[in-house]
């Protein structure tokens, strides 16, 4: 069987087709098929507090291309969601409107405590040593979202506005900024070593570029080292060079350095990519629901 979720970032729109098979008591997710259409709607939302209507019309455009994807692909159940950009623009639900009158589309906007439960709803953990302890980082452009579990069980998550678009025009005030990292230092303490679970367009990049195999933890090391060479070239030549697409290389270093933070307040010395995030949750969560009406 197979589902579809729509993410409708700050950065970037996605539509996500899953593919739920279910084989002698096991239940395995896997990808088919990810567009992603880089519309910027937080540069709109963060800088204005309102979405454009130039970009209010790509947006409601993109929607309608993916509900005709999503027919068809033929899919048991799909589900929309929008985070920081949407929750932060004044016009947002005259667009949702505009979404479900001209695209046939249903829109949730979530918070950020939700946001963090659904990509939470992936439990990358679970493959790994239960008696340890992970911090699941998802990073946006306009919020970061952490989650920490030890020994199986959740031990705090909250949501932050600090995203690589915020970052980039300078809207974080160093005294939130402080703020973040003192909360990732608190829950920390105490939790012995921790590894983070990355998941967010900019982790999974970053950890492509250093080259790691399968899924091999990226060390804190490495990713400081990685971030040094790409902040050494500009937006430009990041695209010439680095082979980075356009949208992604001035988003990519506030990124990074959203990540080492957190990291080192933390103590963490490695991150763990299993290249996850918000629509892979959304998909578990429709999953759920539907066995729950089986």
């Known amino acids: 069987m197979k589902f579809a979720s729509i993410d409708i970032g700050s950065n970037a729109v996605r539509l996500l087709f899953c593919n739920v ?48 994807l999503i027919s068809v692909h033929d899919v048991v159940d799909y ?53 340890a302890s992970y911090m699941y980082v998802d990073i946006g452009g306009g919020s970061t979202e952490i989650t920490l579990m030890s020994k199986g069980k959740c031990v705090a998550s909250r949501s932050f506005n600090i995203g690589t678009i915020l970052l980039l025009y300078n809207k974080v005030e160093k005294k939130y900024w402080l703020e973040f990292r003192q909360w990732v230092k608190d829950i920390s303490e105490g939790r012995g070593p921790i590894s983070a679970i990355g998941s967010g367009g900019n982790i999974n990049k970053l950890y492509k570029m250093s080259d790691r195999k399968g899924s091999k933890p990226l060390p804190y090391k490495k990713l400081k080292l990685i971030t040094a060479k790409i902040e ?20 990519i270093v506030p990124a990074a350095k959203i990540l080492l933070a957190i990291m080192k307040s933390a103590r963490i010395q490695r991150i763990i990519v299993p290249e996850i995030g918000l629509s892979d949750g959304i998909v578990r969560g429709l999953y759920a629901d539907y066995k729950k009406r089986k």
């Open 21 to 68: 098979i279910e084989d002698k008591g096991k239940t395995v997710f896997k990808k088919a098929e990810l567009i992603r259409i880089p519309l910027r709607l937080g540069e709109d939302a963060f800088l204005r507090k309102k979405i454009t209507k130039q970009k209010a019309d790509r947006l409601v455009t993109t929607m309608k291309a993916f509900k005709h």
């Open 79 to 131: 589900r929309a969601c929008a985070t920081a950009a949407l929750r932060t623009a004044t016009n947002s639900d005259e667009i949702i409107k505009r979404i479900k009158k001209e695209a046939g589309l249903p829109v949730t906007i979530i918070d950020g405590k939700t946001e963090a439960s659904i990509i939470y709803a992936n439990h990358a953990e679970e493959n790994l040593d239960h008696d």
């Open 232 to 251: 050494s070239y500009s937006p430009k030549d990041r695209v010439s060079i680095l082979g980075l697409n356009p949208d992604r290389a001035d988003v």
